[in-house]
Structures are given as C-alpha cells and as structure tokens.
C-alpha cells in the first residue's frame, strides 16, 4: 500500500513537471560542443558605485558670521560623515524584480491614477519591464518606496510613490547589508584557474531523493553544481527543504520555469489566437522567481528554459539565459529492452550517462542533467571520479563567469551555438 502511494506520487510527479515527455525538439546538440574557450578578460565585480565617494558639498561649510555674535558655541560641528550613496537600482536589483513590480503597478490604482496604468501601453505584455523606470527608490524602515514621475511610465498618468515591503524587496537584492555581492561571497576564491573547470547542471527538480544524493557525491569531492529548478516542486515541503540545502551547500540554484512550459515560436506570435500566452511567459519567469527567492533567501540569477527553446522575445527576459554545451542524454532510451530488467536498465543509464559527460567533457563546458532521474548520482559519481582525475574542477555558473572573466547579461542566451559567453 505504503510502496503504491509512493510508485503513483513519483509517477504523477513525473507527469507534471513535463520531464516523462522529450525535452525535444529543442537545439540539437553538436559534437563535441563547448562553450568558448576564452581567454578572461577579467570583469572585476563592481564596488565602486557602492562605495560613497565624499564629495566637497557633503560638507557643509560654516558662514562667516558677523563678528558681534557671540562665539557659535551653539552652532551644530558639520560632520563628514557623508550620505551614502544608493546603489543604482539597475545594479542592486535581480532584473526579475522590476518585471514582478511591473506586472503589479499594472493593476496598481490610486484616486489620483485612476485607470492611467491600466489603459496604457505599460500593460502591454509585448512592453518589456525597463529597469531605468525604478531608478527613483528610497528606503524607509521596513517599506521601500519608488518614486515615479509624471508620464515617465506611459503616456499619461501624474507623477506618484509606490510603496512596497522591504523584506520582499530585500530577497531580490544582489548586495548584501555591508554591501557584499551575495554571489561572489558564494564563490570559492581557492580554485586553480590554469586547471579545467567544467559545470555540472540538473534540471526539473527539486527532488529529494536524488538530490540528497548528489549532496553526498559532490560534497565527497569537494564539488560544486547548479541546479535549475521549477518552482511548483516547492509546493512540496521535502523537496523544497532538499532545494535549500542544496543552497545553503553552496551550490547554484537557478529558475527552470513554474511548470515547465515550453515556450515555442508559436507561444509569440502575435497572430495567434492566444497571444495572452505572453502573460503566461512572465508569469512563469515572475512567479518562480518570487517562490524560489521566498524558500532560497535570495532570487535566482539565472533561468534556463525548458527543452532549451529560443525565441528573440526572449532577450527581454530579466535573467541570463543559461543553456548547456554538453549533453549527456540522460533523457533518452529510459525503455527496457529485450530481457532488461528495471535494474538493468538503471544500471545501463549510469553508463550511457556518464560515459556521454566523461568524453564529451571540455573546459569551460557546462553538462545537462537532471535532478529527477534516478540513475543522476550515481552517474555523477563516475563523472567526479573521472575528470578529477584529469585536474577538472567542478564549478557552478557563477565561480565559471568568476574565472574566466564572463560577465552574464539579461536577455542573453549562453549556449553551445551562440557563443555569447563573451560580452556582445
Ligand atoms: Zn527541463
């Protein structure tokens, strides 16, 4: 009884997260792919922005004052303690931010406003967010209030505050309260870069028992991984609870979508019956980055899409894009074939997959697998014991871009045919 629940939860699982069906057709894969090998042109990690520079008007310079007053014993001493300087919005905030409070000042109605919003081109979903509208910010207390101007988001509407939550707000921060980049405390600053360094990646979890699993292998090798996840597994606590440890380990965590949605040319065209279905993509970018930053602690700052699709709509999406290089077919001929039992079949997926990573493995290449096939760590297990024996060092996306001086971009797909690891 206890076995069948569990057989029909993992089935039914499977279904809905869409990872029964092929991950097809998707970009074909050539072989051998990579990523580009590049030779770094470091990108030091922006402080100087956040760093407030003293300037000669923070300090307020005493008048002369007329010689019959008394000495100024009252008159406050000016302190050199300058404002700091905010950090530009465009800069502090994950992209992902400025389409979630896009897609709410849409509905956003005050006595002033009226329907100037509601009627505008801005609730337009063919608009994309632009992160120069929220420029204006303040932070006051447990709220953060965005200041827009008159007309500045449409064409018609008076000039007014938007006040929000600050912890919200905060979870979408790139920096840190001592203003640290989160993402770079998170990087391991004692790895080699003249070794090779390869990014392991697993898709459509989160899944407690494989993910446990890898927790185990990677931490056995002093390894690092990222996973793409779809936030609608987080509805379920184990395997939300495995996604936060699978983070709080160091690994990478990136958005996968809510639902796994394959976002086909036909899901933009502007002629088609459904063109709402543009709503539907920024629900899916927007509401699984909310949930996974709620469970995470921080939003993700990466996303790959589901089958590894493409469309030029896509460049207005608030996250890099991140594809891979190196497929390990881990998806394929999961059938048992004549006189296979299921273990047989287990077994035979271990090999295929781990041996398709092993001689397709490059430098700088990032492999595709996934968190909800049963064969993923143990076949990881053969692919760490293997490279770590030809000096490669398992690195997540974010130490990569580290190392070897890429700088990623929202709207940008990085993959095996458009080499755009390099800055366009
Ligand atoms: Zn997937």
Not at 38 to 47: I, N
Not at 207 to 213: A, M, N, P, Q, W
Request: aromatic share 12%.
């Amino acid at each position: 009884m206890k076995r069948k629940h569990l057989i029909t939860i993992l089935l039914s699982s499977l279904l809905l997260s869409g990872c029964l069906y092929p991950q097809g057709p998707g970009p074909v894969i050539p072989e051998p792919s990579a990523f580009p090998t590049l030779e770094a042109t470091k990108t030091p990690v922006p402080t100087a922005t956040s760093t407030p520079t003293p300037t000669a008007t923070d300090t307020p310079t005493p008048t002369n004052t007329p010689t019959n007053t008394p000495t100024p014993t009252n008159t406050p001493t000016p302190t050199n303690t300058p404002t700091p300087t905010p950090i530009p919005a465009g800069e502090l905030f994950v992209h992902s931010y400025f389409s979630i409070l896009k897609e709410r000042l849409q509905k956003y109605t005050t006595p002033e406003l009226g329907d100037s919003l509601k009627k505008s081109s801005f609730a337009d979903y063919e608009t994309p967010y632009r992160a120069s509208d929220y420029s204006d910010y303040e932070i006051k207390g447990d709220k953060i209030i965005f200041r827009f101007a008159e007309n500045t988001l449409c064409e018609s509407h008076p000039a007014f505050e938007y006040e929000t939550d600050l912890s919200e707000a905060k979870l979408f921060m790139r920096y840190d309260d001592d203003n640290n980049l989160i993402s770079d405390t998170r990087i391991r600053k004692d790895l080699d870069p003249s070794k090779p360094m390869i990014c392991l990646t697993f898709d459509d979890g989160p899944y407690d028992v494989v993910d446990l699993e890898l927790l185990k292998v990677f931490e056995k090798y002093n390894a690092r991984a990222t996973f793409f996840f779809l936030s609608d597994r987080f509805s379920t606590e184990k395997w939300k609870n495995a996604a936060v440890a699978l983070y709080e380990a160091g690994h990478q965590i990136g958005t996968h979508t809510a639902k796994h949605t394959y976002f086909r040319d036909s899901y933009f065209d502007k002629t088609a019956k459904n063109y709402d279905h543009l709503k539907l993509f920024w629900q899916e970018i927007n509401g699984s980055s909310l949930v996974i930053a709620k469970a995470l602690g921080h939003a993700p700052e990466i996303i790959r899409m589901p089958g590894g699709y493409w469309n030029d709509y896509m460049s207005n999406c608030p996250l890099p894009i991140i594809h891979w290089s190196i497929s390990s077919g881990d998806t394929g001929n999961l059938d048992a074939k004549e006189g296979e039992t299921p273990d047989d079949v287990y077994n035979r997926k271990v090999k295929e997959t781990s041996t398709n990573v092993i001689k397709r493995a490059v430098n700088n290449g990032v492999s595709l697998m996934h968190s909800i096939k049963k064969p993923s760590p143990e076949a990881a297990e053969k692919i760490l014991s293997e490279l770590s024996k030809k000096g490669y060092q398992f690195v997540t996306i974010d130490e990569l871009c580290y190392y070897r001086g890429y700088t990623l971009k929202e709207g940008i797909e990085y993959n095996h045919y458009k080499l755009d690891w390099k800055q366009k």
